[in-house]
């Protein structure tokens, strides 16, 4: 595993928290694994918020992807 890509994956990370802190949450980046997957975890308001889904999926895994050339998906753990 790359330590630039795990890197470039905490910039794109950093660059979401200040939204993410502004409604009581915040994202830890657990794990990047071989097959290009970002495993997160969501704390504060973020952990049970039913719109989590939508903000990993829409927000976190687009820009990350966007970024990132070489991630594949995010998976909540």
Avoid: K, W, Y
């Amino acid at each position: 595993m790359s330590t630039q890509i795990l890197a470039q994956i905490e910039d794109v990370l950093d660059n979401i928290r200040p939204a993410l802190h502004a409604d009581g949450g915040d994202v830890e980046l657990v794990e990047f694994d071989e097959e290009g997957f970002v495993h997160l975890q969501m704390h504060g308001a973020c952990g049970g918020c039913p719109m989590s889904t939508a903000t990993l999926t829409l927000g976190i895994e687009a820009e990350l992807r966007r970024q990132v050339p070489e991630v594949e998906g995010v998976i909540t753990v």
